[in-house]
Protein backbone atom coordinates (compact mmCIF):
# COMPACT_ATOMS: atom_id res chain seq x y z
CA UNK A 1 0.00 0.00 0.00
CA UNK A 2 1.15 3.34 -0.78
CA UNK A 3 1.67 6.30 1.98
CA UNK A 4 -0.63 8.76 2.36
CA UNK A 5 1.52 11.94 0.87
CA UNK A 6 1.33 15.24 -1.03
CA UNK A 7 1.37 13.46 -4.32
CA UNK A 8 -1.30 10.58 -2.81
CA UNK A 9 -3.99 13.10 -2.18
CA UNK A 10 -5.42 13.73 -5.35
CA UNK A 11 -6.24 9.97 -5.25
CA UNK A 12 -8.44 9.05 -2.01
CA UNK A 13 -11.83 8.40 -2.38
CA UNK A 14 -14.22 11.67 -2.84
CA UNK A 15 -15.75 11.23 0.51
CA UNK A 16 -12.49 12.16 2.10
CA UNK A 17 -12.29 15.62 2.89
CA UNK A 18 -8.65 17.17 2.30
CA UNK A 19 -7.22 20.88 1.95
CA UNK A 20 -8.77 23.29 0.28
CA UNK A 21 -5.49 25.31 -0.32
CA UNK A 22 -2.43 23.77 -1.22
CA UNK A 23 -0.14 22.94 1.85
CA UNK A 24 2.80 23.26 -0.22
CA UNK A 25 2.97 26.92 -0.30
CA UNK A 26 1.83 27.92 3.70
CA UNK A 27 4.19 29.14 6.27
CA UNK A 28 4.81 28.64 9.85
CA UNK A 29 2.91 31.64 11.93
CA UNK A 30 2.59 29.27 15.07
CA UNK A 31 5.33 26.31 16.71
CA UNK A 32 3.18 24.39 18.88
CA UNK A 33 4.71 22.15 21.73
CA UNK A 34 3.47 19.10 22.55
CA UNK A 35 1.64 17.46 18.51
CA UNK A 36 -0.18 14.85 20.46
CA UNK A 37 -3.31 13.26 19.87
CA UNK A 38 -5.63 16.01 21.28
CA UNK A 39 -3.34 18.90 19.19
CA UNK A 40 -3.82 17.06 16.12
CA UNK A 41 -7.71 16.53 16.28
CA UNK A 42 -8.23 19.82 17.92
CA UNK A 43 -5.99 23.13 17.14
CA UNK A 44 -4.66 21.63 13.45
CA UNK A 45 -8.03 21.26 12.63
CA UNK A 46 -9.16 25.02 13.21
CA UNK A 47 -5.84 26.02 11.46
CA UNK A 48 -6.90 23.70 8.39
CA UNK A 49 -9.86 25.45 8.32
CA UNK A 50 -8.13 28.85 8.51
CA UNK A 51 -5.36 28.48 6.26
CA UNK A 52 -8.00 28.33 3.10
CA UNK A 53 -8.30 31.98 3.98
CA UNK A 54 -4.68 32.87 5.64
CA UNK A 55 -1.86 31.01 4.53
CA UNK A 56 0.66 32.26 7.24
CA UNK A 57 -0.96 30.67 10.34
CA UNK A 58 0.83 26.80 9.41
CA UNK A 59 2.52 24.89 12.72
CA UNK A 60 5.93 24.18 13.14
CA UNK A 61 5.26 20.89 15.42
CA UNK A 62 7.87 19.67 17.81
CA UNK A 63 7.91 17.02 19.95
CA UNK A 64 9.56 17.23 23.41
CA UNK A 65 10.59 13.71 24.49
CA UNK A 66 10.02 11.05 21.58
CA UNK A 67 10.98 11.30 18.24
CA UNK A 68 8.04 8.25 17.41
CA UNK A 69 5.56 10.83 15.29
CA UNK A 70 7.88 12.71 13.56
CA UNK A 71 9.09 9.48 12.54
CA UNK A 72 5.56 8.86 11.06
CA UNK A 73 4.40 11.44 9.54
CA UNK A 74 7.24 13.25 8.04
CA UNK A 75 7.49 10.38 5.52
CA UNK A 76 3.65 11.39 4.63
CA UNK A 77 4.71 15.13 4.29
CA UNK A 78 3.33 15.50 7.90
CA UNK A 79 0.34 15.07 6.45
CA UNK A 80 -2.58 12.82 8.22
CA UNK A 81 -6.08 11.59 9.10
CA UNK A 82 -8.76 12.68 11.79
CA UNK A 83 -11.70 10.32 11.70
CA UNK A 84 -14.53 11.89 12.86
CA UNK A 85 -16.72 9.00 14.53
CA UNK A 86 -20.35 9.21 16.02
CA UNK A 87 -22.64 5.77 16.25
CA UNK A 88 -23.74 6.53 13.30
CA UNK A 89 -20.93 7.18 10.66
CA UNK A 90 -17.19 8.05 10.55
CA UNK A 91 -16.30 10.92 8.26
CA UNK A 92 -12.48 11.35 7.16
CA UNK A 93 -10.40 14.67 7.02
CA UNK A 94 -6.87 14.62 5.84
CA UNK A 95 -5.28 17.53 7.86
CA UNK A 96 -2.36 19.65 6.34
CA UNK A 97 -1.81 22.25 8.79
CA UNK A 98 1.24 20.92 10.81
CA UNK A 99 4.10 21.38 8.40
CA UNK A 100 6.98 20.03 10.61
CA UNK A 101 7.92 17.75 13.70
CA UNK A 102 11.49 19.14 15.41
CA UNK A 103 12.01 16.87 18.20
CA UNK A 104 13.67 19.01 21.14
CA UNK A 105 15.95 16.51 22.73
CA UNK A 106 17.81 15.52 19.71
CA UNK A 107 18.05 18.96 18.25
CA UNK A 108 17.35 21.84 20.90
CA UNK A 109 19.03 24.25 18.59
CA UNK A 110 16.83 23.89 15.66
CA UNK A 111 13.51 24.34 17.58
CA UNK A 112 15.13 27.80 19.79
CA UNK A 113 15.54 28.92 16.06
CA UNK A 114 12.05 28.40 15.50
CA UNK A 115 11.06 29.52 18.27
CA UNK A 116 12.85 32.65 17.45
CA UNK A 117 11.57 33.12 14.04
CA UNK A 118 10.14 36.63 13.83
CA UNK A 119 7.67 35.13 11.32
CA UNK A 120 6.38 32.69 14.56
CA UNK A 121 3.66 34.89 16.53
CA UNK A 122 2.51 32.24 18.39
CA UNK A 123 3.29 29.77 20.25
CA UNK A 124 0.65 27.03 21.76
CA UNK A 125 1.11 23.99 24.26
CA UNK A 126 -0.28 20.84 24.65
CA UNK A 127 2.46 19.22 27.18
CA UNK A 128 -0.07 17.87 29.43
CA UNK A 129 -0.33 18.77 33.00
CA UNK A 130 2.70 17.24 34.50
CA UNK A 131 5.00 19.14 31.46
CA UNK A 132 4.64 22.51 33.39
CA UNK A 133 6.39 21.05 36.21
CA UNK A 134 4.84 22.99 38.88
CA UNK A 135 3.06 21.34 41.71
CA UNK A 136 -0.44 20.96 41.16
CA UNK A 137 -1.99 22.05 44.54
CA UNK A 138 -0.38 25.38 44.61
CA UNK A 139 0.21 25.81 40.91
CA UNK A 140 3.75 27.42 41.75
CA UNK A 141 7.17 25.70 39.52
CA UNK A 142 8.36 22.93 41.19
CA UNK A 143 12.15 24.43 41.58
CA UNK A 144 13.33 20.52 42.37
CA UNK A 145 11.45 19.00 39.31
CA UNK A 146 14.11 17.34 37.69
CA UNK A 147 13.28 18.75 34.44
CA UNK A 148 13.91 21.63 35.72
CA UNK A 149 17.37 21.05 37.55
CA UNK A 150 18.26 19.88 34.82
CA UNK A 151 17.69 22.98 32.65
CA UNK A 152 18.71 25.57 35.40
CA UNK A 153 22.33 23.63 34.80
CA UNK A 154 22.51 24.13 30.76
CA UNK A 155 19.60 26.84 30.51
CA UNK A 156 20.91 27.03 26.33
CA UNK A 157 19.79 23.50 26.04
CA UNK A 158 16.86 23.74 27.50
CA UNK A 159 14.37 20.36 27.14
CA UNK A 160 11.45 21.38 29.29
CA UNK A 161 8.32 23.75 28.01
CA UNK A 162 9.54 26.37 31.15
CA UNK A 163 12.75 26.07 30.14
CA UNK A 164 12.27 26.54 26.24
CA UNK A 165 10.17 29.40 26.50
CA UNK A 166 12.09 31.52 28.75
CA UNK A 167 15.14 30.38 26.76
CA UNK A 168 13.78 31.24 23.61
CA UNK A 169 11.82 34.63 24.96
CA UNK A 170 15.53 35.98 25.80
CA UNK A 171 17.00 35.51 22.71
CA UNK A 172 14.21 37.71 20.93
CA UNK A 173 14.56 39.82 23.28
CA UNK A 174 18.62 39.93 22.78
CA UNK A 175 17.93 40.16 19.12
CA UNK A 176 15.28 42.83 19.57
CA UNK A 177 12.69 40.01 17.99
CA UNK A 178 9.04 41.51 19.38
CA UNK A 179 7.76 38.37 22.01
CA UNK A 180 5.55 35.25 20.95
CA UNK A 181 1.98 35.19 22.93
CA UNK A 182 2.15 32.03 24.71
CA UNK A 183 -1.06 30.17 24.49
CA UNK A 184 -1.50 27.20 27.12
CA UNK A 185 -3.97 24.45 25.48
CA UNK A 186 -3.97 22.29 28.40
CA UNK A 187 -6.61 21.05 30.93
CA UNK A 188 -4.86 23.68 33.49
CA UNK A 189 -6.91 26.17 35.98
CA UNK A 190 -6.84 29.24 34.45
CA UNK A 191 -3.59 27.96 31.84
CA UNK A 192 -2.89 31.53 30.88
CA UNK A 193 -1.98 33.07 34.45
CA UNK A 194 -0.70 29.34 35.60
CA UNK A 195 1.82 29.07 32.43
CA UNK A 196 2.45 32.74 33.08
CA UNK A 197 3.84 32.48 36.89
CA UNK A 198 5.55 28.94 35.88
CA UNK A 199 7.58 30.67 33.11
CA UNK A 200 8.39 33.73 35.38
CA UNK A 201 8.69 31.82 38.19
CA UNK A 202 11.42 29.50 36.24
CA UNK A 203 13.07 32.77 34.66
CA UNK A 204 13.61 34.18 38.34
CA UNK A 205 15.64 31.35 38.76
CA UNK A 206 18.36 32.20 36.02
CA UNK A 207 18.08 35.95 35.82
CA UNK A 208 15.84 38.90 37.50
CA UNK A 209 15.79 40.93 34.75
CA UNK A 210 14.41 38.64 32.46
CA UNK A 211 11.74 37.22 35.03
CA UNK A 212 10.74 40.90 34.91
CA UNK A 213 10.60 41.19 31.38
CA UNK A 214 8.72 37.72 31.03
CA UNK A 215 6.20 38.97 33.66
CA UNK A 216 5.04 42.75 31.81
CA UNK A 217 6.06 41.90 28.12
CA UNK A 218 4.93 38.66 27.20
CA UNK A 219 1.19 38.14 26.95
CA UNK A 220 0.04 34.44 28.09
CA UNK A 221 -3.47 33.73 26.36
CA UNK A 222 -5.51 31.17 28.64
CA UNK A 223 -7.95 29.07 26.46
CA UNK A 224 -10.41 26.27 27.61
CA UNK A 225 -10.07 23.28 24.83
CA UNK A 226 -12.30 20.46 24.58
CA UNK A 227 -12.66 17.51 22.29
CA UNK A 228 -12.54 13.86 23.26
CA UNK A 229 -9.25 12.77 21.44
CA UNK A 230 -8.73 8.18 22.40
CA UNK A 231 -5.35 7.56 21.64
CA UNK A 232 -4.63 5.71 18.18
CA UNK A 233 -5.22 2.08 18.69
CA UNK A 234 -3.48 -0.30 15.75
CA UNK A 235 -7.24 -0.99 14.73
CA UNK A 236 -7.42 2.89 13.77
CA UNK A 237 -4.57 2.71 11.80
CA UNK A 238 -5.70 -0.38 9.79
CA UNK A 239 -9.33 0.44 9.22
CA UNK A 240 -8.45 4.58 8.71
CA UNK A 241 -5.62 3.18 5.90
CA UNK A 242 -8.17 0.87 4.83
CA UNK A 243 -10.98 3.64 4.38
CA UNK A 244 -7.94 5.83 2.65
CA UNK A 245 -6.73 3.09 0.13
CA UNK A 246 -3.16 4.79 1.19
CA UNK A 247 -1.51 4.55 4.23
CA UNK A 248 -1.84 6.53 7.20
CA UNK A 249 0.87 5.56 10.26
CA UNK A 250 -0.52 7.45 12.66
CA UNK A 251 -3.97 8.86 11.99
CA UNK A 252 -6.52 10.23 14.90
CA UNK A 253 -9.69 8.85 15.88
CA UNK A 254 -12.04 11.71 18.08
CA UNK A 255 -16.20 12.72 18.13
CA UNK A 256 -17.91 15.53 16.13
CA UNK A 257 -17.78 17.30 19.07
CA UNK A 258 -15.57 20.65 19.27
CA UNK A 259 -14.85 23.67 21.50
CA UNK A 260 -12.47 26.59 21.62
CA UNK A 261 -12.59 29.81 24.17
CA UNK A 262 -9.78 31.92 23.86
CA UNK A 263 -9.07 34.69 25.86
CA UNK A 264 -8.30 37.52 23.19
CA UNK A 265 -4.93 38.82 24.27
CA UNK A 266 -2.64 38.54 21.53
CA UNK A 267 -0.71 41.71 20.97
CA UNK A 268 1.87 40.96 18.47
CA UNK A 269 -1.09 39.64 16.01
CA UNK A 270 -3.20 36.22 15.53
CA UNK A 271 -5.08 34.48 13.16
CA UNK A 272 -8.95 35.12 12.88
CA UNK A 273 -9.73 32.24 15.44
CA UNK A 274 -13.59 33.33 15.61
CA UNK A 275 -13.52 33.02 11.66
CA UNK A 276 -13.02 29.04 12.10
CA UNK A 277 -15.29 28.45 15.34
CA UNK A 278 -13.27 29.41 18.15
CA UNK A 279 -15.12 31.98 20.72
CA UNK A 280 -12.93 34.85 21.79
CA UNK A 281 -13.77 36.38 24.82
CA UNK A 282 -12.34 38.61 27.76
CA UNK A 283 -12.16 36.08 30.37
CA UNK A 284 -11.55 32.26 30.03
CA UNK A 285 -11.89 31.24 33.29
CA UNK A 286 -15.42 30.40 33.77
CA UNK A 287 -15.18 28.48 30.72
CA UNK A 288 -12.22 26.65 32.20
CA UNK A 289 -13.43 25.84 35.40
CA UNK A 290 -17.24 24.76 34.35
CA UNK A 291 -15.18 22.30 31.63
CA UNK A 292 -12.51 20.93 34.24
CA UNK A 293 -15.50 20.79 36.66
CA UNK A 294 -18.23 19.08 34.75
CA UNK A 295 -16.82 17.47 31.87
CA UNK A 296 -12.81 16.33 33.07
CA UNK A 297 -14.65 15.52 36.86
CA UNK A 298 -16.93 13.25 35.91
CA UNK A 299 -14.59 11.74 33.17
CA UNK A 300 -11.60 10.79 36.14
CA UNK A 301 -14.64 9.88 38.97
CA UNK A 302 -16.08 7.40 35.89
CA UNK A 303 -12.29 5.91 34.56
CA UNK A 304 -11.60 4.82 38.19
CA UNK A 305 -14.74 3.51 39.43
CA UNK A 306 -15.41 2.05 35.80
CA UNK A 307 -11.54 0.63 35.57
CA UNK A 308 -12.16 -1.15 39.35
CA UNK A 309 -15.43 -2.09 38.03
CA UNK A 310 -13.81 -4.00 35.18
CA UNK A 311 -14.98 -1.81 32.46
CA UNK A 312 -12.70 -0.47 29.48
CA UNK A 313 -14.13 1.89 28.15
CA UNK A 314 -15.76 5.24 29.03
CA UNK A 315 -18.92 4.07 26.85
CA UNK A 316 -19.10 0.94 28.68
CA UNK A 317 -19.01 2.20 31.63
CA UNK A 318 -21.94 4.53 30.49
CA UNK A 319 -23.63 2.18 29.66
CA UNK A 320 -24.54 0.52 33.28
CA UNK A 321 -27.39 2.74 34.71
CA UNK A 322 -25.71 3.01 38.26
CA UNK A 323 -22.56 4.64 36.69
CA UNK A 324 -24.88 7.17 34.19
CA UNK A 325 -26.81 8.06 37.23
CA UNK A 326 -23.81 9.06 39.31
CA UNK A 327 -22.40 10.59 36.87
CA UNK A 328 -25.67 12.86 36.37
CA UNK A 329 -25.91 13.43 39.89
CA UNK A 330 -22.39 14.25 40.68
CA UNK A 331 -22.99 17.11 37.82
CA UNK A 332 -26.12 17.85 38.82
CA UNK A 333 -25.63 18.54 42.51
CA UNK A 334 -22.57 18.96 43.47
CA UNK A 335 -21.06 20.17 40.52
CA UNK A 336 -23.74 23.03 38.64
CA UNK A 337 -24.22 24.75 41.90
CA UNK A 338 -20.73 25.92 42.20
CA UNK A 339 -20.61 27.48 39.14
CA UNK A 340 -22.27 30.75 37.53
CA UNK A 341 -22.51 30.77 33.78
CA UNK A 342 -25.11 33.24 32.89
CA UNK A 343 -26.17 32.89 29.53
CA UNK A 344 -25.14 29.45 29.32
CA UNK A 345 -27.78 26.43 30.30
CA UNK A 346 -25.43 23.87 32.74
CA UNK A 347 -28.52 21.05 32.26
CA UNK A 348 -28.00 21.26 28.65
CA UNK A 349 -24.38 21.09 29.03
CA UNK A 350 -24.38 18.48 31.38
CA UNK A 351 -27.15 16.50 29.12
CA UNK A 352 -24.58 16.98 25.96
CA UNK A 353 -21.55 15.78 28.42
CA UNK A 354 -23.61 12.77 29.01
CA UNK A 355 -24.19 11.48 25.51
CA UNK A 356 -20.89 12.60 24.74
CA UNK A 357 -19.38 9.97 26.85
CA UNK A 358 -22.33 7.31 25.56
CA UNK A 359 -20.13 7.68 21.81
CA UNK A 360 -19.73 3.90 21.38
CA UNK A 361 -17.37 4.61 18.58
CA UNK A 362 -15.31 6.19 20.71
CA UNK A 363 -13.04 3.43 22.07
CA UNK A 364 -11.32 5.90 25.02
CA UNK A 365 -10.11 3.55 27.63
CA UNK A 366 -10.82 4.29 31.19
CA UNK A 367 -7.18 2.89 31.72
CA UNK A 368 -5.91 6.21 29.91
CA UNK A 369 -7.66 8.57 31.63
CA UNK A 370 -6.81 7.27 34.83
CA UNK A 371 -3.44 8.14 34.13
CA UNK A 372 -1.88 11.04 36.09
CA UNK A 373 -4.49 11.38 38.67
CA UNK A 374 -2.15 13.07 40.76
CA UNK A 375 -1.87 16.29 38.29
CA UNK A 376 -5.56 16.06 37.11
CA UNK A 377 -7.68 15.64 40.86
CA UNK A 378 -6.62 19.53 42.10
CA UNK A 379 -8.24 21.06 38.82
CA UNK A 380 -11.17 18.30 38.38
CA UNK A 381 -12.42 17.71 41.85
CA UNK A 382 -10.65 19.46 44.60
CA UNK A 383 -11.46 22.57 43.54
CA UNK A 384 -14.95 21.78 43.76
CA UNK A 385 -14.83 19.94 47.02
CA UNK A 386 -12.92 23.12 48.96
CA UNK A 387 -16.13 25.38 47.58
CA UNK A 388 -18.46 23.37 48.66
CA UNK A 389 -17.40 23.03 51.76
CA UNK A 390 -16.61 26.70 52.71
CA UNK A 391 -20.68 26.32 52.36
CA UNK A 392 -20.83 23.58 54.44
CA UNK A 393 -22.20 21.84 51.58
CA UNK A 394 -21.98 17.44 51.30
CA UNK A 395 -19.40 15.97 48.93
CA UNK A 396 -20.49 12.57 49.11
CA UNK A 397 -20.00 11.88 45.25
CA UNK A 398 -16.85 13.85 44.48
CA UNK A 399 -15.14 11.88 47.66
CA UNK A 400 -16.03 8.73 46.05
CA UNK A 401 -14.24 10.08 43.10
CA UNK A 402 -11.58 10.73 45.16
CA UNK A 403 -11.40 7.75 47.16
CA UNK A 404 -11.73 5.62 43.60
CA UNK A 405 -8.61 7.00 42.79
CA UNK A 406 -6.79 5.81 45.71
CA UNK A 407 -8.00 2.71 45.50
CA UNK A 408 -6.56 2.54 42.33
CA UNK A 409 -3.31 4.29 42.89
CA UNK A 410 -2.65 1.13 45.43
CA UNK A 411 -1.42 -0.78 42.45
CA UNK A 412 -3.92 -3.84 42.65
CA UNK A 413 -7.39 -4.19 41.43
CA UNK A 414 -10.71 -6.02 42.85
CA UNK A 415 -9.13 -9.37 42.04
CA UNK A 416 -5.92 -9.01 43.15
CA UNK A 417 -4.35 -8.06 40.26
CA UNK A 418 -1.92 -5.41 39.65
CA UNK A 419 -2.75 -2.25 38.39
CA UNK A 420 -0.36 -0.62 35.64
CA UNK A 421 -0.49 2.96 37.04
CA UNK A 422 1.16 5.51 35.48
CA UNK A 423 1.63 8.80 37.39
CA UNK A 424 4.59 11.08 38.55
CA UNK A 425 3.86 9.89 41.67
CA UNK A 426 2.84 5.93 41.48
CA UNK A 427 5.89 4.84 43.55
CA UNK A 428 5.72 6.80 46.29
CA UNK A 429 1.77 6.56 45.81
CA UNK A 430 2.03 2.49 45.53
CA UNK A 431 4.06 2.48 48.58
CA UNK A 432 1.88 4.19 50.81
CA UNK A 433 -1.05 2.12 49.89
CA UNK A 434 1.51 -0.99 50.68
CA UNK A 435 2.59 0.74 54.10
CA UNK A 436 -1.36 1.32 55.21
CA UNK A 437 -3.01 -1.79 53.59
CA UNK A 438 -6.47 -2.35 53.66
CA UNK A 439 -7.61 0.06 56.51
CA UNK A 440 -10.04 2.79 54.76
CA UNK A 441 -8.61 5.37 57.46
CA UNK A 442 -5.18 4.84 57.79
CA UNK A 443 -5.47 4.83 53.76
CA UNK A 444 -7.28 7.72 53.70
CA UNK A 445 -5.16 9.67 55.82
CA UNK A 446 -1.70 8.67 54.31
CA UNK A 447 -2.80 9.26 50.73
CA UNK A 448 -4.66 12.90 52.35
CA UNK A 449 -1.48 13.65 53.44
CA UNK A 450 0.58 13.72 49.90
CA UNK A 451 0.69 18.06 49.88
CA UNK A 452 1.41 18.25 45.91
CA UNK A 453 -1.82 16.66 45.47
CA UNK A 454 -4.15 17.81 48.77
CA UNK A 455 -2.23 20.61 50.08
CA UNK A 456 -2.47 21.92 53.38
CA UNK A 457 -6.04 22.24 53.99
CA UNK A 458 -7.97 19.17 52.94
CA UNK A 459 -6.25 16.43 55.64
CA UNK A 460 -7.59 17.41 58.19
CA UNK A 461 -11.04 18.43 56.89
CA UNK A 462 -13.51 16.58 59.52
CA UNK A 463 -16.14 16.29 56.83
CA UNK A 464 -14.13 15.45 54.11
CA UNK A 465 -11.81 13.10 55.94
CA UNK A 466 -15.49 11.58 57.40
CA UNK A 467 -16.32 11.06 53.30
CA UNK A 468 -13.47 9.66 51.73
CA UNK A 469 -13.27 6.87 54.53
CA UNK A 470 -16.37 5.88 54.13
CA UNK A 471 -16.31 5.50 50.93
CA UNK A 472 -12.97 3.88 50.13
CA UNK A 473 -14.70 1.17 53.63
CA UNK A 474 -17.02 0.72 51.09
CA UNK A 475 -14.92 0.32 47.70
CA UNK A 476 -12.68 -2.24 49.54
CA UNK A 477 -15.39 -4.06 51.19
CA UNK A 478 -18.59 -4.48 48.15
CA UNK A 479 -16.07 -3.40 45.23
CA UNK A 480 -16.55 -0.32 42.53
CA UNK A 481 -19.88 -1.23 40.55
CA UNK A 482 -21.80 -2.38 44.29
CA UNK A 483 -20.63 1.30 45.73
CA UNK A 484 -21.88 3.09 42.94
CA UNK A 485 -24.95 0.35 42.44
CA UNK A 486 -25.85 1.15 46.62
CA UNK A 487 -25.94 5.29 45.45
CA UNK A 488 -29.10 4.89 43.36
CA UNK A 489 -30.88 3.66 46.50
CA UNK A 490 -31.02 6.40 48.94
CA UNK A 491 -31.11 4.58 51.58
CA UNK A 492 -27.67 3.71 51.54
CA UNK A 493 -26.47 7.02 50.25
CA UNK A 494 -24.11 8.68 51.60
CA UNK A 495 -21.88 5.60 51.82
CA UNK A 496 -22.41 4.36 54.89
CA UNK A 497 -18.68 2.91 56.52
CA UNK A 498 -20.30 -0.21 58.33
CA UNK A 499 -21.41 -1.41 55.11
CA UNK A 500 -22.13 -5.27 54.96
CA UNK A 501 -18.59 -7.27 54.27
CA UNK A 502 -18.01 -8.77 51.04
CA UNK A 503 -15.07 -11.40 51.14
CA UNK A 504 -12.01 -10.61 50.02
CA UNK A 505 -10.83 -11.90 46.24
C1 LIG B 1 -9.59 13.23 29.70
C2 LIG B 1 -9.39 14.44 28.78
O1 LIG B 1 -7.64 11.92 29.49
C3 LIG B 1 -8.28 12.67 30.22
O2 LIG B 1 -7.90 12.94 31.35
O3 LIG B 1 -10.42 13.59 30.75
O4 LIG B 1 -8.35 14.26 27.91
C4 LIG B 1 -10.69 14.77 28.01
O5 LIG B 1 -10.99 13.77 27.08
C5 LIG B 1 -10.57 16.10 27.31
O6 LIG B 1 -10.24 17.08 28.24
C6 LIG B 1 -11.87 16.45 26.58
O7 LIG B 1 -11.82 17.75 26.14
Redesign the pocket.
Known amino acids: MSRLSYKTLENLPPAVARPSYDPRVTTAGIVHLGVGA ?1 HRAHQAVYLDDLLARDPQWAIAGASLRRADMRDALAPQDNLYTVAIRSGEATRLRVIGSLKMILVAPEDPEALLAALCDPAIRIVSLTVTEKGYCHDPATGDLDPDHPDITADLDAPMRPTSAPGLLAESLRRRRAAGIVPFTVMPCD ?1 LPENGPTAHRIVTQYAALRDGGLAGFIERDVAFAGTM ?5 PATSEDDITQISAALGVADAWPVATEPFSQWVIEDRFPTGRPDFASVGAEMVTDVEPYERMKLRM ?2 GA ?2 TLAYLGYLAGYETVSETMADPAYERLVRDLMTDEVMPTLEMPGTDLAAYRDALIARFHNPALQHRTW ?2 A ?1 DGSQ ?1 LPQRLLGTIRHRLARGEAVDRLALGVAAWMRYATGIDETGAPIDVKDPLAGRLRAIGDEAGRDPAKLAAAYLGVEAVFGRDLSDHPEFVRAVTAALASLFQRGAAATVAAMMRPSTFPIAASSPRRPDP
Not at 225 to 229: G, K
Open positions: FNVDRIVLNHSQIMK
